[in-house]
Structure formats: structure tokens, C-alpha cells
């Protein structure tokens, strides 16, 4: 955490610095990004905390998903709830993320870690919900859950296993994305995009829809993988090639982000990264663990700031 | 009945209610319910189509015994599972009606020595208290020696600055205690007084809810169905086999076993001497080893271990014959005493000993056994062990997944160690959302008890096989590991510590 938490220091400096940093990266980046990224084309800020774009209902793209992600994981979608299945990482990585969720969330929403149900009373938006391996426990957790995915097959998957419990049949699943509900002008006091933003054609954009979708307040958890060479080890040619956890060419090593490259771009959106933790994972115990560790799987929270308005 | 409508009303509405009034509300219905005085013993019992499809047991305990109260105990006192909705079916009228323990009663003959471990374990649950209101004896020393005089250990409590290296305690003792503390909790629980007759466990099959058919998979996919003997039935997310060791829960639910019988009974029984007893014995004899445990006041319990035939025999012997072949057993025949260190037998061991080898190392005998005082009850001994513990929406606790030779008492430890393990994994699940019939959850519980159970299977087992022969070298052998205990300070502190319920391997600690 204190790694992370330095990093956060160092982005919530003058934005002069920020913007330096991000023209460092730029090279790196385009040297690395294929042509659909557009994270080095995105302009640089014009202020520290830019307020979120306005509406625009006439966008020309009306999702940031990449077509290509789509069509994949609709071929796997039927697997999705087979703890033994090609999301089985999935499956053991869920209640190390919970974990940090129920404990960053209830500081953040002032509620009892004690409480079987903490998160009673609260709009939470799970977006690339999948088959609701998060949606069903924040569910339980006793959060009123909107899970969304592009995908209609994951939202039938996912429509189908929440039906099992009654609690988790309340859920409101639809097949719809983050951009489409900015133009219904929806919003939560929790959003949620996990292991997402590394499939979505642009980070900048689905960042800036998080945020519009999050009231004034309210909080943001994101979590992905990070671009280092260990992630890169453990996430393309450990999970993908050597261990066959994930289906080869689930990941792209371009799409993923730094956590320094994820704060500035939720800054940017507004979004004030408040904690961040790695997502370990030790091969000899086969357990995941939170961790100072960055440098694979990271999660963070954030806030939306209060002063900008809609 | 006026009160458990009363109740039901209120839980539903304490569902509806927000967070900060729901301490206040739970309060209130536990109030109400009291006040009523209607409450028959240790809770309701249940009513018939009570729980239906629609209103399903969170978790249904199979068995009220001590392993199955001491789970739903556990989970009535955490704060994340004491809102499950539990039913426990068992025929036993104590687990309904509570049970009366007089404690002029000469101590029943089953007991268990519980380690230090499990009472800081039912000291968390507040369940220690009324052991403590009944008989009940601690020990701070332990002396186990062979017959053939070559070899013995003598443990004092202060080797591993304890205060006691256990306390044993009669069954219905810790059965009660377990009832009484239930009692005193607004647990939404639910007894069926009878026993499993058949139980169906939906498999689930996703795929082929994807597409035309997603309206095939329904409600009660997600649940077991619990049909007792007394023509109720019930629906639950988890089933807990915590029925012993003819479990039937495993054997509805298809858990294939391991194991084999010693072709050894024990007698156990409760013997009266004329002063108090503060230590527990275990003699190694060539038919199996012979146990004296303190139980409080004057009395002590035997397991004696033998031949089936000779058991039979010895059921039936007049008691004064049967003292005397206690009496016997306890000291005479093969030999003479092992010799303490201090009069010169340590060999290679004295390296290691410690100069100050106090004086309660030495070598003691036994208190005379003068009477009997209890029935003479045989039973047979057999290992098991269940290959899995955990399938979707079944766990077995306790001897249903595990019997063990009784030889260090340890069985109904590990029967405890299981109990409030699943507790706190359930706990932890709940925690982050985790649906509690998830195998991943419960297979976390499996991995965590099988290490740990069968870890401590193989070493009795170990001395059980070691002193089924009598064979020269082999006695040799055995005395030497007997001596390495006792004069090997570090080795010793382990065996203590592990004895005690410490999750260590000894040696590698």
C-alpha cells in the first residue's frame, strides 16, 4: 500500500508535474500501443480536475467496447459460473477483490464492517457484470445491484444463476453499456468496473462514464492488470500459455494500464483515487492475497469529487 | 405458538427495516418471545410445513450432538452469522428440552479430555461457564510408560508455562453446556425432533438453462431437501453432517470412506479412589494401552483397550475381580518400573537433560483404584476417514467425517476443530458475499481440517500399530522415542504443544 500510496502523492501534485509525467509516458506508450489505443491521443488536461464531459447523446461511437472483445467473450460465456471452468481465476480471485471492496466501502459509506448486509440501502452498477460473479456477492453484501454487459448471453448467464437465490434475483441485469446509461442519466453511489478497462478500446472515455454514472460523493472501484513485465509473465504467458487458466488471447499485454496511468486517467474523470492494493497470487498455496504489490493485479477506490457538477 | 407467530412477524419486518434499528428490533423479539414464556426448552421446535420452498433454512445441522450444538453455537455468537436461519434435526429430547445434569450423579463414563486449545475455543463462545458450574477435571501432568519398564515420559503443564494440559469433561457436561449457552442467544434456530430419511440435492446444469429453455432452472435448484422420518421435510442452501460416524448425511450425499477396524475393544468406566487424581495416566500393555483419566472429586475414567473376547469377558467378570485387573494392569506384571534419569538410565539422552530434572519428572505410580463406580461399556475400535468433506451444499464435522482410536481423547477435539472452523470460513464467506453452499467456500473448510485431522489420525494410528507388537528390538526402539520425549527438552515442548490442540506439526515447529 505505501508504494501505491506514494504514487498517489506524487499524481495529486500541481498539474504541471501530471502532465509531465503523462508526456513521459507518451513515447513509451505509443511505442507499445497498437492503433486502436488511444490513450496517448487523448489531449492533455486543461486543468488539474477537469469536470466530466458533457452529455453528449450524439457521440459518434455510443461504446467504448472493442467489437473484436465482444465476439470473445461470447464464445466463453457459458462457462462462466464453472468454478472449475476458464474463469476459474476469476472465480478464486472474487473475494480477495470483495475483500477490499467491504473494507474500503463501508469507511467510505460510514457503515458497520460487522453487518452481515453492510451495503444495505445502496445503488451499486456493476459494468462488464459477466455472468455476475461480483453483482451476485454485493448483492448478498445487501447492495441494490444493477449489473450491465455488452454481451447478451453474459446477461442471460447472469439472469439465469441470480435466479437460483432469491436474493440475488432482485438483481437488475441489462444488456446495455456505461456510455448508454450517462444518456439515461443514471447514476449509483458505487460504481464498479473489475477487470474491464483492459478490454475496452478506450480507457479515457469508459473512465469519464464511470464517473458520470457515480453521484457526487460517491465511489469508483476499478481493478486490472497492470503493464509490467510481470504482469505480463503472470497474466499472458502464465494464465494464457503455460497454465491454460484463460483462454489464449484473452489478453492483449498493450491494453493494460499502469496504476500510475489508471490514477491520472480517473483523476482526469474526476475520480480521486483514494486507496490502492495488488492482487497477489502464490503458486504455492494457490490462494490470492492483497498486498503493497502493484506490479500484477491492482485494484483502486476512489471518490468522485463533490465539487464538480453535472 | 402465540410467540413464534409473534416472532416470524417480527423477523419479517426487521428485514424490512434499516440497518441501525436492527440490533434494537432483534432485542425486541427476543424480549417479546421470553416474556411469553411460552419458549419450550432450548428453542422451537419445529412446526410442520414451517419451512417451505419459498422459505428456506440457511443452514440445516444434521445432529445435535456436541460437534453440531458447538457449530451452532458458533455461529449464533458472530456477528456476520448469527442472522442465519438454522434448523438442527435431531430425536435426542435432550436437544429439544434441554438437559438436567445432577451433579451428586456419579460421572457418566464418556468423557472427553478437551485440550486447551478447544476451552479457549468455547470460552470465545461463552459456553465454558457452565462446564465449569459442573464436574469437570483439570490436569496439569500426564505420565505414559510401556510395560516392559524401559521407557516413560512425565508431562508437567509448567514445561510449556500452561496452567493445565487439558480438562476432562463428561459428555452430557459439554452437550449441556453447549444447549444451555444456545439458549441464551436470540438465534433464529428451528428443532426437528427426528431423524434424516432421504435427502435431494438438485445438480445443477447451467448451460442447459442458456437460451429457449432459461426458464428451466428454478428456485429450488439451489437448495437440498431434508425428508425426515416423522414425514416432515425441509428445505436448506447447506447441509451439515455432523450425525457421527454412521453418518447418513454422508452416505445419502455418496462421501466414499477410508478406514479399518483394530479388531480391539475398549471398556470404558468410571473408578473410584480414596484421594484425588490431578493426573492423567496411559500405560502402554501388550493387548493396547489402559488410560486413567482424573474426572473430578475421588473419580477417575478407565479406556482400557483388549481383545474383543477378553473385553466380553472382562464385562462380565464380578467388580472386585475387574478392580483388581485394573489395579494389575495399572502397575504389575512385566517388569520393573522405568527408571528416572536421575538414578543413571539416560544413555545418549542425558546430553540433552536438563540439570534441574524437578522431582515431578520422576517416574510415579498410579492412585489405587477402589471401586467401581459406573457401568462397564465395551465399544469397538475402528479408524475412518471420509475422502471428502465438502460437495456443493454438504460438509460433513466431526465423526462423520473422522473417527479415531481414542487413545489420547482426541477425538472429539478434532470433532470441535472442525465445528468452529466451518463457522469462521462460513463467516469469512458471508464476509464478501459468497454464497454459502459454494464449494469453493466449503472445499476452503475441507483443505484447512483434512491436513490437520489426518495429520494427527496418522500419529495415533502410529501408536496404536507400535504397541500392537511385542517384539524385542521393536521394544527397544519404542523406549528410545519414549526417552528422546522425556529427556529432550524441545521435542517434549512440542509433543505438549501439539497434545494441547497447537496446529504445529511437533518436531517442526
Known amino acids: ?310 | 405458538m402465540n410467540s413464534l407467530i409473534i416472532r416470524r412477524n417480527l423477523a419479517e419486518s426487521i428485514k424490512r427495516l434499516k440497518l441501525s434499528q436492527r440490533t434494537l428490533c432483534t432485542d425486541a423479539a427476543a424480549k417479546v418471545s421470553s416474556s411469553n414464556g411460552a419458549q419450550p426448552g432450548n428453542g422451537r421446535v419445529a412446526q410442520p410445513n414451517f419451512a417451505n420452498k419459498s422459505n428456506p433454512y440457511d443452514i440445516a445441522i444434521v445432529g445435535g450432538g456436541m460437534v453440531g450444538m458447538a457449530l451452532a453455537c458458533s455461529l449464533a455468537k458472530m456477528p456476520l452469522t448469527k442472522h442465519l436461519k438454522v434448523a438442527i434435526i435431531d430425536s435426542n429430547p435432550a436437544v429439544s428440552n434441554g438437559l438436567s445434569i445432577k451433579k451428586e450423579d456419579p460421572p457418566d463414563p464418556r468423557v472427553s479430555t478437551v485440550t486447551p486449545s478447544t476451552i479457549s475455543l468455547f470460552k470465545d463462545i461463552g459456553a465454558w461457564k457452565y462446564v465449569e458450574q459442573n464436574r469437570h477435571a483439570y490436569f496439569d501432568q500426564m505420565q505414559v510408560w510401556d510395560y516392559t519398564g524401559l521407557g516413560y515420559t512425565r508431562y508437567d503443564a509448567r514445561d510449556v508455562h500452561k496452567d493445565s494440559l487439558g480438562c476432562v469433561v463428561e459428555n452430557k457436561v459439554l452437550h449441556s453446556s453447549l444447549l444451555s449457552c444456545m439458549q441464551n442467544t436470540d438465534f433464529q434456530k428451528t428443532i426437528y425432533p427426528s431423524r434424516l430419511s432421504t435427502m435431494t440435492l438438485q445438480p445443477r446444469n447451467l448451460s442447459m438453462g442458456v437460451g429457449s429453455t432459461s426458464s428451466g432452472l428454478n428456485e429450488q435448484g439451489n437448495l437440498a431437501k431434508l425428508d425426515l422420518i416423522d414425514g416432515n421435510s425441509l428445505y436448506a442452501k447447506l447441509v451439515v453432517g455432523a450425525d457421527g460416524s454412521k453418518s447418513r448425511v454422508r452416505e445419502l450425499a455418496g462421501f466414499k470412506t477410508t478406514g479399518w477396524s483394530y479388531s480391539q475393544n475398549a471398556i470404558i468406566c468410571t473408578v473410584e479412589h480414596s484421594v484425588e487424581n490431578r493426573c492423567a495416566w496411559q500405560r502402554f500393555l501388550p493387548a493396547g494401552p489402559i488410560a486413567l483419566l482424573p474426572i473430578g472429586d475421588n473419580f477417575s475414567n478407565i479406556v482400557w483397550t483388549m481383545k474383543p473376547k477378553e473385553a466380553a469377558d472382562r464385562k462380565l467378570k464380578a467388580e472386585d475381580e475387574f478392580v483388581k485387573d485394573v489395579n494389575y494392569a495399572l502397575d504389575y506384571g512385566f517388569g520393573p518400573h522405568p527408571m528416572s534419569s536421575t538414578s543413571g538410565g539416560g544413555g545418549i539422552f542425558s546430553l540433552f537433560t536438563n540439570a534441574n530434572l524437578s522431582a515431578n519428572d520422576c517416574f510415579k505410580v498410579p492412585p489405587k483404584v477402589l471401586k467401581l463406580a459406573s457401568e462397564r461399556m465395551v465399544f469397538p475400535l475402528s479408524l475412518m476417514h471420509a475422502n471428502n468433506y465438502a460437495s456443493k451444499h454438504v460438509v460433513l464435522i466431526g465423526d462423520a467425517a473422522h473417527t479415531v482410536h481414542p487413545l489420547a481423547g482426541q477425538g472429539v477435539n478434532l470433532g470441535f476443530g472442525d465445528a468452529f472452523a466451518l463457522s469462521r470460513i462460513i463467516s469469512e464467506g458471508i464476509a464478501v458475499g459468497t454464497d454459502i453452499a459454494e464449494v469453493s467456500l466449503l472445499k476452503k473448510y475441507e483443505a484447512e481440517r483434512k491436513s490437520a485431522n489426518v495429520t494427527m489420525m496418522a500419529i495415533l494410528d502410529g501408536f496404536q500399530k507400535a504397541y500392537s507388537v511385542d517384539f524385542g528390538p521393536l521394544n527397544v526402539i519404542r523406549a528410545a522415542a519414549f526417552n528422546g520425549a522425556q529427556y529432550f527438552p524441545p521435542l517434549k515442548r512440542s509433543i505438549i504443544s501439539y497434545a494441547s490442540g497447537d496446529q504445529r506439526l511437533p518436531i517442526f515447529s
Open chain 1, 1 to 310: 500500500m505505501a508504494v501505491a500510496l506514494k504514487l498517489l502523492k506524487q499524481l495529486r501534485a500541481p498539474h504541471t508535474s501530471s502532465t509531465i509525467l503523462h508526456r513521459n509516458l507518451s513515447p513509451r506508450l505509443s511505442s507499445i500501443h497498437s492503433a486502436t489505443r488511444l490513450f496517448s491521443d487523448s489531449p492533455p488536461p486543461t486543468e488539474p480536475l477537469p469536470a466530466p464531459p458533457p452529455l453528449n447523446p450524439h457521440s459518434p461511437s455510443p461504446s467504448s467496447l472493442n467489437q473484436y472483445e465482444l465476439a470473445k467473450f461470447a464464445a466463453v460465456a457459458e462457462t462462466w459460473w464453472d468454478s472449475e471452468g476458464p474463469f476459474k481465476p476469476l472465480h478464486m480471485l472474487n473475494p480477495t477483490r470483495l475483500a477490499f471492496i467491504r473494507s474500503t466501502l463501508c469507511r467510505h459509506f460510514g457503515k458497520d464492517p460487522l453487518s452481515p448486509k453492510p451495503f444495505e440501502g445502496l445503488k451499486f452498477i456493476d459494468v462488464g457484470c459477466g455472468g455476475g460473479i461480483l453483482s451476485e456477492p454485493l448483492a448478498r453484501m445487501g447492495a441494490t445491484v444493477t449489473g450491465v454487459d455488452a454481451v447478451e448471453k453474459n446477461i442471460n448467464i447472469a439472469r439465469v444463476h441470480a435466479d437460483l437465490d432469491p436474493v440475488t434475483s432482485r438483481i437488475d441485469y441489462q444488456c446495455t453499456t456505461a456510455e448508454k446509461l450517462v444518456e439515461e442519466q443514471k447514476n449509483f453511489d458505487a460504481v464498479f468496473a473489475l477487470e474491464v478497462i483492459e478490454h475496452v478500446a478506450d480507457p479515457t472515455e469508459f473512465c469519464k462514464s464511470l464517473s458520470t454514472l457515480t453521484v457526487p460523493g460517491g465511489a469508483t472501484v476499478v481493478s486490472t492488470i497492470n503493464r509490467s513485465m510481470r504482469a505480463y509473465a503472470a497474466a499472458i504467458v502464465a494464465a494464457e500459455y503455460i497454465l491454460h487458466w484463460l483462454p489464449k488471447g484473452t489478453h492483449q499485454y498493450s491494453s493494460f494500464l499502469t496504476p500510475e496511468e489508471l490514477a491520472l486517467i480517473l483523476e482526469r474523470a474526476s475520480i480521486s483515487v483514494q486507496e490502492m492494493a495488488g492482487i497477489e497470487y502464490n503458486p504455492l498455496t494457490g490462494r490470492w492475497s492483497l498486498s503493497d504489490d502493484v506490479s500484477v493485479n491492482f485494484i483502486a477506490y476512489g471518490t468522485k469529487t463533490v465539487t464538480s457538477s453535472l
